[in-house]
C-alpha cells in the first residue's frame, strides 16, 4: 500500500488499506480496532505513522520517490532493520563470497530448494 503523503483523508485511507476510520476505530469487516492517539486532526486528515504503529504495521519510506508503503499488519514482529547481516557464501570456484561487498547496491537474493 503506497502513499505520497503522510497525512491522508479517511477515505484516501480506506481507498488503500481497506480500513475505515468510524467512532469504533479502524473498521475492516467485522473487525474495529481501537485507535487511541489516532484521531482525524481538524483539517480532516489521518496521520498515517500513528495508524501505523496502532494497526502494528511496517511502514517504509522511499526518500528518493518521496513515497511510503505501508506492509501488513504483523501483530509486532517487525525487523528493525532490512539491513542484511554479515553473510560469506561459498562461490562457485571453491572460494567464499563476502555478501557485504554488495553493500550499497540493490540485490535480489534468491534461494530455492526441492522440498
Request: aromatic share 6%.
Amino acid at each position: 500500500m503506497l502513499f505520497e503523503r503522510l497525512d491522508v483523508t479517511p477515505a484516501e485511507l480506506h481507498r488503500v488499506t481497506g480500513w475505515e476510520i468510524t467512532s469504533q476505530g479502524a473498521c475492516r469487516g467485522d473487525r474495529c480496532v481501537p485507535l487511541p492517539g489516532v484521531e482525524v486532526g481538524a483539517d480532516g486528515r489521518v496521520d498515517v505513522r500513528a495508524f501505523a504503529e496502532r494497526m502494528q504495521m511496517p511502514i517504509a519510506a522511499d526518500d528518493d520517490s518521496g513515497v511510503w508503503a505501508l506492509g501488513p499488519p504483523s501483530g509486532g514482529r517487525v525487523l528493525d532493520s532490512a539491513e542484511m547481516p554479515d553473510v560469506v557464501l561459498p562461490a562457485f570456484d571453491g572460494g567464499r563470497f563476502d555478501v557485504t561487498s554488495l553493500r550499497g547496491r540493490k540485490v535480489l537474493l534468491l534461494a530455492w530448494a526441492s522440498w
